[in-house]
């Protein structure tokens, strides 16, 4: 599976921004999907994830009420919602897709990665 994302840029605290990862190449529909971000100077730390079919998403406590994630299994894409945007949320943000069958937190246990896109939130 090849990966892209996008949807990055500058925003104000309080702003919303939506990212999308679009796949190509083998199935998208069976893997799970996930966020991961990576603030300079910090390790890569999950954001958000999602079973094949949209039905269990999984939220970091950081951002559980203002980011949605979903998918469109059809359009073989994957979205992140980030709303109420607040400086912190700074980082290039990463799609990754697993062939496990479970949402995992850990970056080792996803295969296939894209090449990230920036977030700025200013203060």
């Known amino acids: 599976v090849q990966l892209q994302a996008f949807g990055g840029g500058l925003v104000q605290a309080g702003g919303f921004l939506r990212l999308s990862c679009a796949a190509s190449?083998?199935?998208?529909?069976?893997?799970?999907m996930a966020w991961f971000r990576q603030a300079t100077g910090k390790e890569r730390e999950p954001v958000a994830g999602?079973?094949?079919?949209?039905?269990?998403?999984y939220y970091a406590d950081s951002v559980k009420g203002r980011f949605t994630i979903s998918r469109d299994n059809a359009e073989n894409t994957v979205y992140l919602q980030m709303d109420s945007l607040k400086p912190e949320d700074t980082a290039v943000y990463y799609c990754?897709?697993?062939?496990?069958?479970?949402?995992?937190?850990?970056?080792?246990?996803?295969?296939?990665w894209g090449q990230g896109t920036e977030v700025t939130v200013s203060s």
């Open positions: 990754a897709a697993s062939r496990a069958g479970w949402y995992s937190t850990a970056a080792g246990n996803y295969d296939f």
């Open positions: 190449g083998r199935t998208f529909s069976d893997k799970v």
């Open positions: 999602i079973n094949w079919n949209g039905a269990r998403k």
